[in-house]
């Protein structure tokens, strides 16, 4: 005679929407980019551009921002990558993240409203946008090429 799983533990099993470690690579790939080109682009249009200060500040965000998705969030993004591809095929695809990693996302939320709210000047606050959504978007690509080269290593071992 066998023994049956608990009802509950395959209605988990069913509902649970695993995914291929392919489709987490994919998915970091896609949040990083959208929020850092959303955040980007929503400081670029609070900017305000009535004279040459804007234009420094806007500058100054995007080449800030570009040096920190290279040299720092390079790290934490081979870090999540490592975890998504030792993780393996079929877990949930809600953790491409790390709970830290979603807990740190709420209270930059949190943070940005914060900001927005204080009485720090106008083009400060959206600098602050622009070059944290530029480290986003610059360091976004490892997402991408990550999941290129885990696809490719896939195939290849598939057909080799």
Request: include cysteine; hydrophobic fraction near 50%; proline fraction near 3%.
């Amino acid at each position: 005679m066998t023994q049956q799983q608990p009802s509950n533990t395959t209605i988990t099993a069913r509902l649970k929407p695993a995914a291929p470690a392919t489709a987490h690579l994919l998915a970091a790939a896609i949040m990083w980019s959208v929020v850092g080109l959303g955040l980007g682009i929503r400081g670029l249009l609070n900017l305000d551009f009535s004279s040459w200060t804007g234009i420094a500040w806007a500058a100054g965000a995007l080449i800030t921002g570009a040096l920190k998705g290279q040299f720092i969030l390079r790290k934490t993004a081979c870090r999540a990558i490592s975890r998504i591809i030792e993780r393996g095929d079929d877990k949930c695809l809600g953790g491409f993240m790390s709970l830290k990693s979603w807990l740190l996302i709420a209270s930059m939320i949190i943070m940005g409203k914060l900001l927005r709210a204080s009485p720090l000047p106008h083009n400060l606050v959206w600098s602050v946008y622009v070059a944290v959504g530029a480290a986003l978007a610059v360091s976004s690509r490892f997402f991408w090429q990550a999941r290129s080269e885990h696809r490719k290593s896939m195939a290849d071992s598939q057909n080799g």
